[in-house]
């Protein structure tokens, strides 16, 4: 899923794999749609500084997905 995730934001130019590209500074993230085994799916990246990126994915997403994502935990209520 996350392998699918990533390579759909870089199909998009959500994210890059050039430092620096995709606009991201420590601490800035992003969030982009895209469609996984037909599933819908919500996707959270965030710049963790040193060339790195974190993300998290919420396989149908509910509708206060953007809200929780950003949040470590929330489990269900991002789908």
Request: aromatic share 8%.
């Given at each position: 899923?996350?392998v ?5 934001g870089l199909?998009?130019?959500?994210i890059?794999l ?9 601490g800035?993230y992003?969030?982009?749609e895209?469609r996984v085994?037909?599933?819908?799916t919500?996707v959270?990246?965030q710049?963790?500084?040193a060339?790195e990126l974190?993300f998290r994915?919420?396989v ?8 929780w994502?950003?949040?470590?935990g ?6």
């Amino acid at each position: 899923m996350l392998v699918a995730t990533i390579n759909e934001g870089l199909q998009q130019g959500a994210i890059s794999l050039e430092v620096g590209a995709d606009g991201l500074s420590r601490g800035d993230y992003r969030m982009y749609e895209c469609r996984v085994g037909g599933f819908p799916t919500k996707v959270f990246v965030q710049c963790l500084g040193a060339d790195e990126l974190h993300f998290r994915v919420a396989v149908c997403p509910t509708k206060n997905a953007e809200q929780w994502l950003p949040c470590m935990g929330a489990g269900f209520e991002v789908g």
